[in-house]
């Protein structure tokens, strides 16, 4: 029986404790602390690494305070488009699915891809069809409508600006909004799932890295299970989560020294911002990142942990 | 100086001599002659290997019968969509396009992506906002039309197939449509560009590998520039071209070792069925698939070659 695990994140970039109010902070906190509950209480009945860690995601998608699901930011145009992925590592199987609208749980709909379609990535109008047929939850626009992301888009908007912010956006403050889990199950298997609401008034149709098996997420039972959170663009020239991966399978190192080398010495040298979690199949955890803060928790048998900052 | 070289690929599959003509088979090689002389006449005058793989991905979709740009295949609903990328591998810059349509030349809208956006991978109607503001050349429903791609759409409807196919589908071939370059310039850099017209009858908003980065495209001066062609869902899983650089840095495989093993070895394990071309920053060119067979060429100082099946 492996020592079962479930890390979590909501997001990384500058968050530091004086643009946080005590209520805010302790919101998040519950927040991470629910979706630590909603994976790991799947595990502990024996559920799969990809049960917990899809229902881990669907939590933080559910909450409106990150940026994914139902908190999503506004894009461009001011709708909210979605990106999300999963992988499981027994199978090398792997579901993605990118912009996306309406869709309660872009990370159920990664699921649905991998298990019931021959594909790994669909994407857009294409995807919807496949969602719909598959009786994947929709909700109406107002679902994800805040008053908060709503302003924060307008100030967007107003200044020309576009961010990868998780929350409000201070000029020279980054903030990438995604969610994610990795866990282990008590059969020594282990999956990742990643889901983003994408960059405040993006523009172009702009992917990041979330929907992208291998820089926002991958796993292989062999190696690691991983995450990420930051700007999606060094993180898809970095193939961040698989490089991890290839420090562990090819070089021998451990988790952590392996996500120690990605997140702080080759990322930063591409302005690679942010972070990731990860979990292998002996039962290390391990959550990494480069920016200020990571709204982050970790739950195993003997502890259940959540962080904001450093 | 370096010892300039470009290679091809247009494609790899069920590729037989008994289905070809020999009007075929010359117009194919001709083919890759041209898209050869297109990018290494390049090479020869001094522009970089960006430039090269560029001019010889670009001369493959101008040519109907290759999936891509102008030989795109039809999806589901009738249209044309297209896929393609483009690395830099002195600078690790990447441009990325998926979903696509009525673009002359997707890669040339990816390298725009890679020169002119903060971004690397745009999507849809986002995607051709930008090319629109970015004077990237469109051509009509028209200029795509070919009757022979439009019976073999016509085929697969009919018969509810779905297609990653080249040319032709009898049932139990496969076929992978997919062009590509990568090349070394005289200054001692590389760099890979990947473009596709997609499935036949493809549904859903599927993307394959050629726009992911690290998939289907991979260029880094340390190690390695790879372009794919194959069946894109294993591919995506294997995160292919970035396993080929791994082996390369961290385990100290040559660049032919390193692709025969993701080849043989690695990728039949997931069902993948395709192939790869390489080069490094020394000068070394390969060319590996475990189809049977896959259009392809190579040219340098000393040879110019270009060949179909095994």
């Given at each position: 029986?492996?020592?079962?695990?479930?890390?979590?994140?909501?997001?990384?970039?500058?968050?530091?404790?004086?643009?946080?109010?005590?209520?805010?902070?302790?919101?998040?906190?519950?927040?991470?602390?629910?979706?630590?509950?909603?994976?790991?209480?799947?595990?502990?009945?024996?559920?799969?690494?990809?049960?917990?860690?899809?229902?881990?995601?669907?939590?933080?998608?559910?909450?409106?305070?990150?940026?994914?699901?139902?908190?999503?930011?506004?894009?461009?145009?001011?709708?909210?488009?979605?990106?999300?992925?999963?992988?499981?590592?027994?199978?090398?199987?792997?579901?993605?699915?990118?912009?996306?609208?309406?869709?309660?749980?872009?990370?159920?709909?990664?699921?649905?891809?991998?298990?019931?379609?021959?594909?790994?990535?669909?994407?857009?109008?294409?995807?919807?069809?496949?969602?719909?047929?598959?009786?994947?939850?929709?909700?109406?626009?107002?679902?994800?409508?805040?008053?908060?992301?709503?302003?924060?888009?307008?100030?967007?908007?107003?200044?020309?600006?576009?961010?990868?912010?998780?929350?409000?956006?201070?000029?020279?403050?980054?903030?990438?909004?995604?969610?994610?889990?990795?866990?282990?199950?008590?059969?020594?298997?282990?999956?990742?799932?990643?889901?983003?609401?994408?960059?405040?008034?993006?523009?172009?149709?702009?992917?990041?890295?979330?929907?992208?098996?291998?820089?926002?997420?991958?796993?292989?039972?062999?190696?690691?299970?991983?995450?990420?959170?930051?700007?999606?663009?060094?993180?898809?020239?970095?193939?961040?989560?698989?490089?991890?991966?290839?420090?562990?399978?090819?070089?021998?190192?451990?988790?952590?020294?392996?996500?120690?080398?990605?997140?702080?010495?080759?990322?930063?040298?591409?302005?690679?911002?942010?972070?990731?979690?990860?979990?292998?199949?002996?039962?290390?955890?391990?959550?990494?990142?480069?920016?200020?803060?990571?709204?982050?928790?970790?739950?195993?048998?003997?502890?259940?942990?959540t962080a904001i900052y450093k």
């Amino acid at each position: 029986m492996s020592k079962q695990v479930l890390v979590i994140h909501g997001g990384a970039g500058t968050i530091r404790t004086q643009d946080m109010t005590a209520e805010m902070e302790s919101a998040y906190l519950k927040g991470l602390e629910e979706a630590l509950l909603a994976g790991y209480s799947l595990l502990e009945k024996g559920s799969s690494a990809v049960d917990a860690v899809l229902a881990a995601t669907k939590s933080l998608e559910d909450n409106i305070l990150f940026n994914a699901g139902r908190g999503s930011v506004f894009a461009a145009d001011g709708a909210q488009e979605m990106d999300a992925s999963i992988m499981d590592g027994s199978t090398l199987k792997a579901g993605a699915v990118s912009a996306v609208r309406n869709i309660r749980n872009p990370v159920e709909l990664a699921y649905m891809i991998m298990a019931k379609s021959q594909h790994v990535m669909l994407n857009g109008k294409g995807a919807a069809e496949f969602a719909s047929l598959n009786n994947i939850q929709t909700e109406s626009d107002e679902y994800f409508y805040s008053q908060f992301r709503y302003e924060q888009w307008k100030q967007m908007q107003e200044s020309g600006e576009m961010a990868l912010d998780h929350n409000v956006v201070l000029r020279g403050n980054k903030k990438f909004g995604t969610v994610g889990a990795v866990a282990l199950d008590k059969f020594g298997n282990i999956a990742a799932a990643t889901s983003t609401g994408g960059m405040t008034n993006k523009q172009f149709g702009r992917v990041g890295d979330s929907p992208i098996i291998g820089a926002g997420t991958y796993a292989n039972n062999k190696t690691c299970a991983i995450s990420c959170t930051g700007h999606g663009e060094p993180f898809i020239r970095a193939v961040t989560a698989y490089d991890v991966s290839c420090l562990m399978e090819y070089k021998g190192l451990s988790l952590q020294e392996a996500m120690d080398m990605v997140v702080y010495e080759k990322l930063p040298k591409i302005e690679g911002e942010g972070g990731m979690i990860g979990v292998d199949a002996l039962g290390n955890a391990a959550m990494v990142f480069n920016s200020e803060g990571m709204y982050r928790g970790v739950r195993n048998e003997e502890k259940m942990e959540t962080a904001i900052y450093k």
